[in-house]
């Protein structure tokens, strides 16, 4: 491939050769379903980035900010992928500090699971002691 078909490449086969994503279907999806964004407004994968553009990615619960460095329409190994983009600092900490916030348990709830079949019992013992006790609105009337 020439260097001035380099220059022409699609966004979605920018993120592909970055590794960003595994095929580029999956790359397509993201792009198709706003997880893909320069300057605050969604992308086309048809779109042509160009050196010094800047994108911010979602990808599950990460969200990164790079910058174009290179085009390449090749896929090959991580290292030289990596040489294509430059994740801003910013987003570096952001990513860390919500990977900590995840790792420490303060974003969500954890549960066990379902309740076990004693555990059922106990709650709803639990809510017939209460004053009125709380019923289900399924549950017949006496």
Same mark, same amino acid.
């Given at each position: 491939m020439s260097e001035k078909d380099d220059d022409k490449i699609r966004l979605d086969?920018?993120?592909? %050769? *970055?590794? $960003? $994503?595994?095929?580029? =279907?999956?790359c397509k999806a =993201?792009? &198709?379903?706003?997880? #893909?964004?320069?300057?605050? &407004?969604r992308c086309k994968p048809g779109k042509e980035p160009k050196v010094g553009d800047e994108y911010v990615l979602r990808t599950g619960f990460d969200e990164r900010t790079v910058v174009v460095l290179a085009?390449? =329409? #090749?896929?090959?190994?991580a290292p030289e992928a990596q040489l294509l983009y430059r994740e801003t600092e910013e987003s570096i900490a952001r990513r &860390?500090?919500?990977? *900590?916030?995840?790792?420490?348990? =303060? #974003?969500?709830m954890?549960?066990?699971?379902r309740p076990s079949k004693k555990q059922r019992r106990q709650i709803h013992q639990f809510n017939e002691q209460q004053e009125g006790g709380l019923r289900h609105p399924? %549950?017949?009337e006496d």
């Open positions: 086969k920018w993120l592909w %050769a *970055a590794r $960003f $994503f595994k095929t580029r =279907a999956l =993201a792009i &198709e379903g706003g997880k #893909v964004h320069h300057r605050g &407004e085009l390449s =329409a #090749v896929r090959r190994g &860390e500090q919500a990977a *900590a916030m995840r790792k420490a348990g =303060a #974003v969500g954890q549960t066990d699971g399924w %549950a017949d």
